[in-house]
T-cell receptor, first 110, second 115 residues
Framework: SQTIHQWPATLVQPVGSPLSLECTVEGTSNPNLYWYRQAAGRGLQLLFY??????ISSEVPQNLSASRPQDRQFILSSKKLLLSDSGFYLC?????????FGPGTRLTVT | AQSVAQPEDQVNVAEGNPLTVKCTYSVSGNPYLFWYVQYPNRGLQFLLK??????LVKGSYGFEAEFNKSQTSFHLKKPSALVSDSALYFC?????????????FGAGTRLFVKA
């Protein structure tokens, strides 16, 4: 069966510091992968999606970037964090139409 | 462009009573519709989906949803609510015609089930 991992689970970073969040999927190949941000426990904002290695589509111009160095690895990065980057970051892969989400990373920028 | 509306921020229901969480959508092609549930500090869990076929779709934990094309709605229902159903529920849509990669999520509805 398929499993999706995210780490770290929680992160507290100062403004201006770099960021790297990692997501890996097991049990499937060539998945469509997604990064979402959820603010204040409500709606999901699609940040990036990827249909293959090295292929990244950005939905919202902002302080973040994404990379897919391997088939089942999706990384979210920032060179300098802003206060507004705080939130709950979710990685997902798409199965037969529906999406399966990782456990999320709670990022607090101080 | 696709969009999803969940008109209620919060739904309150007593345990044992039926529950409905509302969702309406807009999509240019054929809608692929989904419901997800989120418990505190957790990722979203897939509940059910409508792609094609019967308008009444059954999913996990006794939930079901009815696709209504004329009203562009996909309301989530359960005949008898449990306290453990209390969570945040998201409706989502994807345009099936374009084969698009993007799924658009609603803002979420918080369900409170009182014992």
């Amino acid at each position: 069966s398929q499993t999706i991992h995210q780490w770290p689970a929680t992160l507290v970073q100062p403004v201006g510091s770099p960021l790297s969040l990692e997501c890996t999927v097991e049990g499937t190949s060539n998945p469509n992968l997604y990064w979402y941000r959820q603010a204040a426990g409500r709606g999901l904002q699609l940040l990036f999606y990827s249909v293959g290695i090295g292929q990244i589509s950005s939905e919202v111009p902002q302080n973040l970037s994404a990379s897919r160095p391997q088939d089942r690895q999706f990384i979210l990065s920032s060179k300098k964090l802003l206060l507004s980057d705080s939130g709950f970051y979710l990685c997902a892969w798409r199965g037969k139409g529906e999406q399966y989400f990782g456990p999320g990373t709670r990022l607090t920028v101080t | 462009a696709q969009s999803v509306a969940q008109p209620e921020d919060q739904v309150n229901v007593a345990e044992g009573n039926p529950l409905t969480v509302k969702c309406t959508y807009s999509v240019s092609g054929n809608p692929y519709l989904f419901w997800y549930v989120q418990y505190p500090n957790r990722g979203l869990q897939f509940l059910l989906k409508y792609i094609t076929g019967d308008n009444l779709v059954k999913g996990s934990y006794g939930f079901e949803a009815e696709f209504n094309k004329s009203q562009t709605s996909f309301h989530l229902k359960k005949p008898s609510a449990l306290v453990s159903d209390s969570a945040l529920y998201f409706c989502a849509v994807r345009d099936g015609n374009t084969g698009g990669f993007k799924t658009i999520f609603g803002a979420g509805t918080r369900l409170f089930v009182k014992a």
